[in-house]
């Protein structure tokens, strides 16, 4: 036999195989009581329990307990006023674009300079704001940085 005709017999055997029934219980690495069908109702074991003891308890949805163990955050920090130059650069980042959307969109004329003028605002307040955002450490952090990996 060629290698050929062993792959095409082996094809012929899975194809023979595809529409033979499967017997459920072959193969099968848990035990049949654990097999849930669509008219089982959906089961929950509590915590720790043995699951030979476990006692069946439909899933309602609610926790009697549930408003006792939920978490609530404190409230944020207020956001901070930042400098001028600052407000100033975010102003000019979204003022630019948006002055020039909302110009289209009114069909308001728009010279050369100013299309020249919100685009450079925009390159402006971004630059300003990238320039200002600082790689390093804060200046009065000292001479140790802590543990580096």
């Not at 609610?62 to 100033?88: C, N, Q, T, Y």
């Not at 948006?98 to 685009?119: K, N, Q």
């Not at 450490?137 to 580096?148: F, I, L, M, Q, Y």
Request: include cysteine.
């Amino acid at each position: 036999m060629t290698p050929q005709s062993d792959e095409d017999e082996v094809w012929r055997q899975i194809v023979a195989s595809f529409h033979q029934p499967e017997d459920p219980s072959a193969g099968q690495p848990w035990p049949d009581r654990e097999n849930v069908t669509e008219d089982d109702p959906v089961r929950r074991e509590p915590a720790g329990a043995c699951p030979a003891a476990a006692v069946e308890e439909p899933v309602t949805g609610e926790d009697e307990d549930d408003d006792d163990d939920h978490f609530v955050p404190p409230p944020p920090p207020p956001l901070p006023k930042g400098d001028a130059i600052s407000r100033l650069s975010w102003a000019a980042l979204f003022g630019g674009p948006a002055y020039l959307l909302l110009a289209a969109m009114l069909g308001w004329p728009m010279d050369g300079w100013i299309v020249f003028a919100a685009v450079a605002a925009f390159i402006a307040g971004f630059v300003t704001l990238v320039v200002r955002l600082g790689d390093g450490p804060p200046p009065d952090s000292g001479w140790d940085n802590g543990a580096v990996v």
